[in-house]
């Protein structure tokens, strides 16, 4: 679900000085991002949500969500309706479980 090898390269890349900072940016966009899906998506801008959404989870090691976006993303090119449910829910069980994990991890 969270590639905590990734999330150690990326603390090494912004420095631990700042690396509190990169997440609480991660969270608060994607938090925003995600509540808008779920309130009230728009169409014109689905496939944009989901790229971004996609290229933040890589960044942060969320795998298992970036996937669901990806495949979002592609669905949306198609025309088609991406399963907005499923992709939020694995959102909100990665972040959980980010969120309490980072601060037992050597990266915290």
């Known amino acids: 679900m969270i590639d905590w090898d990734r999330v150690a390269q990326l603390r090494e890349e912004v420095g631990p000085e700042d690396f509190a900072e990169v997440v609480d940016l991660f969270l608060e966009e994607v938090d925003g991002v995600t509540a808008r899906l779920a309130l009230a998506p728009d169409g014109s801008r689905l496939r944009d949500d989901l790229h971004f959404l996609k290229g933040s989870a890589l960044n942060l090691g969320f795998d298992a969500f970036s996937r669901l976006c990806q495949e979002g993303e592609r669905a949306a090119a198609r025309g088609s309706t991406p399963d907005l449910a499923a992709l ?21």
């Open 88 to 108: 939020l829910r694995c959102y909100a069980v990665s972040r959980e479980a980010f969120v309490s994990a980072l601060a037992t991890r050597a990266v915290a």
